[in-house]
């Protein structure tokens, strides 16, 4: 009878550390979603540089925070910034495709495909499962 009182013990005690260790765990499965989340903070920042030197007007600066927050959402594997993530990427390649037609800019072409990486990534269905 003792025995099982320590062993009930033990396992409650543990058990606010196993929670938390699975979500740890499961971004480490997904490295291409920390890729994602800093090349969200890296727009943000490349737009908030871009207001400051005022090449953009301040409006854009929503944009940065829209990339900070979704950035921040998937790492912690939150749907909602998966969907915002999402969106941003989609939105991003048209974007530069769009410029590389319009343009002929091989700058615009690379970043247009890159955002379509990311995009095909996101949308992986073993990701979509993971989300919270």
């Known amino acids: 009878m003792n025995a099982d009182a320590n062993t009930a013990a033990?396992?409650?005690?543990?058990?606010?550390?196993?929670?938390?260790?699975?979500?740890?765990?499961?971004?480490?499965?997904f490295p291409g979603l920390i890729a994602i989340a800093f090349y969200m903070i890296l727009l943000a920042g490349v737009f908030c540089f871009n207001v400051v030197a005022g090449?953009?007007?301040?409006?854009y600066l929503v944009f940065s925070a829209f990339f900070i927050a979704s950035s921040l959402g998937l790492m912690f594997l939150l749907r909602w910034a998966w969907a915002l993530a999402l969106a941003a990427v989609a939105m991003l390649a048209a974007s530069f495709f769009w410029a590389f037609s319009t343009q002929g800019s091989d700058a615009a072409l690379v970043q247009g495909l890159l955002?379509?990486?990311?995009?095909?990534?996101?949308v992986r269905?073993?990701?979509?499962e993971k989300m919270r």
């Open 10 to 29: 033990t396992k409650s005690d543990d058990a606010p550390e196993q929670l938390a260790l699975p979500a740890r765990t499961r971004l480490r499965h």
């Open 55 to 59: 090449r953009m007007e301040a409006i």
């Open 115 to 122: 955002n379509l990486v990311f995009f095909l990534y996101l």
């Open 125 to 128: 269905s073993e990701l979509r």
